[in-house]
T-cell receptor, first 111, second 117 residues
Framework: QKEVEQNSGPLSVPEGAIASLNCTYS??????FFWYRQYSGKSPELIMS??SNGDKEDGRFTAQLNKASQYVSLLIRDSQPSDSATYLC???????????WGAGTKLIIKP | NAGVTQTPKFRILKIGQSMTLQCTQD?????MYWYRQDPGMGLKLIYY???????DKGEVPNGYNVSRSTTEDFPLRLELAAPSQTSVYFC????????????????FGEGSRLTVL
């Protein structure tokens, strides 16, 4: 069973602090990794994608990938109340071109 | 820029009724997907399609059917609705290319909230 695991939260972070979200996956052959943000009652939207080991930065967001340890993380710097949402980790397991989704981590940014 | 359009947004069905959720995309994407999302859960793949005329089962296909007669449209059919099919349904599409062209990035519709009573 190919799985993607996330802490369901909620994760509460003060405004202006760094929020750290983690995700582990079971398929060592996975190729592509994605973080989606989902506001309550809305559809998921892509925040970051990462394909190789290391860090990838985009504005206040940094995705980190460690294939040896099979985890991917998302850091949000200078957290804002508008960052409050559920963050879904998705992994593309090359064998069948499908994305496997974690259950999501609910993030709450406290003013 | 319509993207992915799903209809209806809300629907209440009685047990045993049937209905079709419509999905259309205008981005000329090869891949289309139907997911369901239950409260507090991740997305579960129902069916997907890699192109017109080709469909395949995902993780939870029982009780559903799909067709893909054109690149743009990917309707989901619910036959004999059951309370277990109460969920939010998302249609999505993607262009499956090389990693530097956004392989795996999904574009979602706004979702269809279905209640079966």
């Amino acid at each position: 069973q190919k799985e993607v695991e996330q802490n369901s939260g909620p994760l509460s972070v003060p405004e202006g602090a760094i929020a750290s979200l983690n995700c582990t996956y079971s398929d060592r052959g996975s190729q592509s990794f994605f973080w989606y943000r989902q506001y309550s009652g809305k559809s998921p939207e892509l925040i970051m994608s990462i394909y190789s080991n290391g860090d990838k930065e985009d504005g206040r967001f940094t995705a980190q990938l460690n294939k040896a340890s099979q985890y991917v993380s998302l850091l949000i710097r200078d957290s804002q109340p508008s960052d409050s949402a559920t963050y879904l980790c998705a992994v593309n397991m090359k064998s069948n071109y499908q994305l496997i989704w974690g259950a999501g981590t609910k993030l709450i940014i406290k003013p | 820029n319509a993207g992915v359009t799903q209809t209806p947004k809300f629907r209440i069905l009685k047990i045993g009724q049937s209905m079709t959720l419509q999905c259309t995309q205008d981005m000329n994407h090869n891949y289309m997907y139907w997911y369901r999302q239950d409260p507090g859960m991740g997305l579960k793949l129902i069916y997907y399609s890699v192109g017109a005329g080709i469909t395949d089962k995902g993780e939870v296909p029982n009780g559903y059917n799909v067709s893909r007669s054109t690149t743009e449209d990917f309707p989901l059919r619910l036959e004999l609705a059951a309370p277990s099919q109460t969920s939010v349904y998302f249609c999505a599409s993607s262009y499956l290319g090389t990693p530097d062209r956004g392989e795996g990035e999904l574009f979602f519709g706004e979702g269809s909230r279905l209640t079966v009573l």
